[in-house]
């Protein structure tokens, strides 16, 4: 296959990536003693960053592989909103699908690091699911991008309320009568929510809650297709898409099925690794790659972003030359 074709398809993509953003806040400075107060360490504060979050960070590694995404959310009409609305216009991200609640707070991970290590997470947060009149605007919003013209829809669940049973079920609708691919990073809530879908990506540990199964993916590889196979019968989704940490990916469609083996590397961080492989494998999907080469790349992807420290996006040139690399080995 002509692999510069194909990543070129990459670009300008446009997607719809529906879920729960958030602010990725870092408080950093140094710790040189103990409080007299209480025996906890005394942080020396020396600046503070706002990153985007959650579902965000997908948008970003979409960017970053050259499509288009536009975030379809609800944040709250608070300081914090504003604060996320201006990272996604510097980041070049479209926030045209973004409802602003009154009834509803952003969610902020305000993360206290010092020497590089985290000391404390503080959450700031709405996780109740979003009210009616939040659903019907945001599906009028996502109705409305639809008939603009999109080319795939991503949902990305934080189990921050965002995604809905009804919401899920309406877009995948929406997406079936206009014949638009959709792709799912799930959580164990509304694990079962999204029938039709076209791929479907859990990890290992999300495949095992969501289905309330258990077995030893090493030893009982069998139990484990036997997962995929009844997540197949109740979700009837085309492809499934697993991961699988330290053992690569699994990948069926049909009775196609590919195991790709994890690449050796140096892990820094897994954080974020997740939201790269969904960008990838979606934009590979659309841009019609074999199912042995969504996961190939959406695995290579993934052991890129691992081999670097926080929560980062993979160009599409690093990803380029890295696929090359392993290709030709």
């Not at 942080?43 to 379809?72: D, M, T, Y």
């Not at 019609?288 to 160009?315: F, K, P, T, W, Y």
């Amino acid at each position: 296959m002509n692999y510069d074709h194909l990543f070129s398809k990459f670009n300008n993509l446009r997607v719809l990536v529906i879920g729960d953003v958030m602010v990725d806040a870092y408080i950093l400075g140094k710790v040189n003693r103990i409080s007299p107060e209480a025996p906890v360490p005394v942080v020396s504060f020396e600046q503070e960053e706002k990153r985007i979050g959650g579902a965000g960070n997908v948008a970003l590694n979409l960017v970053a592989l050259g499509a288009q995404p536009i975030v379809c959310s609800v944040i709250g009409d608070d300081e914090q909103g504003q604060a996320l609305s201006n990272l996604f216009t510097e980041n070049g991200i479209s926030s045209q699908g973004i409802i602003v609640s009154k009834d509803r707070k952003t969610t902020v991970k305000t993360r206290v690091i010092a020497s590089k290590q985290q000391l404390l997470r503080i959450d700031s947060e709405t996780t109740s699911p979003i009210n009616q009149t939040e659903e019907k605007a945001l599906l009028l919003q996502i109705q409305a991008l639809i008939n603009e013209g999109i080319d795939g829809i991503i949902f990305e669940d934080y189990n921050k309320g965002v995604l809905t049973e009804n919401l899920i079920q309406q877009v995948i609708a929406f997406a079936v009568a206009a014949n638009i691919p959709t792709t799912v990073d799930p959580k164990r809530d509304n694990f079962l929510a999204y029938k039709g879908v076209t791929l479907f990506k859990p990890n290992l540990k999300e495949l095992k809650e969501g289905l309330n199964l258990s077995f030893d993916f090493k030893k009982e590889q069998h139990l484990f297709e036997q997962a995929v196979a009844l997540l197949e019968e109740k979700l009837k989704n085309k492809v499934s898409f697993i991961t699988l940490s330290e053992f690569g990916v699994f990948i069926k469609e049909g009775n196609q099925k590919h195991y790709i083996a994890a690449h050796l590397r140096n892990i820094a961080d897994v954080s974020g690794a997740g939201d790269t492989v969904i960008a990838v494998a979606t934009l590979s999907l659309i841009a019609g790659a074999s199912i042995a080469d969504i996961a190939g790349i959406s695995n290579v992807a993934g052991g890129l972003v691992c081999e670097q420290s926080g929560v980062v996006s993979i160009s599409k040139e690093e990803l380029i030359k890295e696929w090359r690399r392993l290709s030709s080995n």
